[in-house]
């Protein structure tokens, strides 16, 4: 599990394309130390395990269904990333519960500025349009945030200064895809409401 607070901007440091999947390594000199075999680290929102590591980095394989279902097949070396490793019980729930899965990909439809934070909307997939609600949680290349507004698939963020400086997206232009999570309790209540009598 995640909370969608960046902790640190890593940088894709290898690319290796095995059969349909891939091998990648991420690099972060510092905020990496102490990363252990086996550890959890979302990666743009993408949750990947650790299978190798040293004090700057990690090395993770991305199987064929995560570079079909995120933007890491789109993914270059050299390309910034956003990192957090996972909740831990003394971590602080500063954002909302993510889990790291992404349910599917969006795209930058419009950005502006308003006044020192920057307004961007994004066109979410329509399957995914009907769990996302003005003033709920979103989680957008790992990165927490509420919904300012909602026209159909189409919605609304406002990214402070602070989140600008310290995450991916004060560089996502009109056009770019993203990662999206949406709220986890929705996706479990909408489940929960159509399996009524389907089980004993």
């Given at each position: 599990?995640?909370?969608?607070i960046?902790?640190?901007l ?7 394309r095995?059969?349909?999947?891939a091998?990648?390594?991420f690099?972060?000199p510092g905020y ?9 680290i ?13 004090a700057?980095?990690?090395?993770a394989?991305?199987?064929a ?8 097949g789109d993914?270059?070396r ?7 490793r996972?909740?831990?019980?003394e ?10 899965h ?5 795209c ?20 995914l ?7 709920g949680?979103?989680c957008?290349d ?16 406002n990214?402070?200064?602070?989140t ?22 929705a ?8 399996g009524?009598g389907d089980?004993?």
């Open positions: 599990m995640f909370t969608g960046i902790e640190a890593g940088r894709i440091d290898d690319i290796q095995i059969g349909g999947d091998r990648m390594r690099t972060a990496l130390a102490g990363v252990r075999i086996g550890d959890s979302a990666v743009n929102g993408c949750c990947l395990t650790a299978i190798a590591c040293d700057d980095g990690f090395t394989d991305l199987s269904e995560t570079l079909a279902l995120t933007t890491a993914w270059v050299g390309e910034r990333v956003n990192l957090e996972a909740l831990t019980p971590k602080p729930l500063g954002g909302h519960i993510v889990s790291g992404v349910d599917g990909t969006g930058v439809v419009a950005r502006h500025e308003d006044a020192r934070s920057w307004r961007l909307r994004f066109e979410a997939p329509r399957a349009a009907r769990y996302i609600a003005r003033k949680s979103i957008i790992g990165v927490s945030l509420t919904v300012n507004e909602v026209e159909g698939a189409v919605f609304g963020v990214i402070i200064p602070h600008l400086q310290q995450t991916t997206l004060g560089e996502r232009a009109v056009g770019d895809r993203v990662n999206l999570e949406v709220d986890l309790i996706r479990y209540l909408e489940r929960l409401l159509q009524r089980v004993d």
